[in-house]
């Protein structure tokens, strides 16, 4: 069956790195573009950065746009997602999911938790 197993996240303070990993299985990775989403507490699940199936193209919102890297290794069925300087309000629940048209296609994983703080 189709699954996303999100890692990486953790506790870091403001300024500080992440780097968030993806692991996808269950379809033909290498044929979707893959997105990154989050959730802040008491918020809606919000679009962060997509990349197409071949990795040649990127999108980000502008909330994270110059801090935020999205990339992909098709070899390893996996998406990543380099964050730098970190921001308090970046502190939400991170997921990946593939694409169809303008919408996730899931089902959603666990996804890893984010916090930044002092």
């Known amino acids: 069956q189709v699954q996303f197993v999100e890692s990486g996240g953790g506790s870091v303070q403001p300024g500080g790195s992440l780097r968030l990993a993806c692991v996808a299985s269950g379809f033909t990775f290498s044929m979707y573009t893959m997105s990154w989403f989050r959730q802040a507490p008491g918020k809606e699940r919000e679009l962060v950065a997509t990349i197409n199936s071949a990795g040649g193209s990127t999108n980000y919102a502008d909330s994270v746009k110059g801090r935020f890297t999205i990339s992909r290794d098709n070899a390893k069925n996996s998406v990543y997602l380099q964050m730098n300087s970190l921001k308090r309000e970046d502190t939400a629940v991170y997921y990946c999911?593939?694409?169809?048209?303008?919408?996730?296609?899931?089902?959603w994983g666990q996804g890893t938790q984010v916090t930044v703080s002092a």
């Open positions: 999911i593939r694409r169809a048209g303008l919408g996730p296609f899931g089902p």
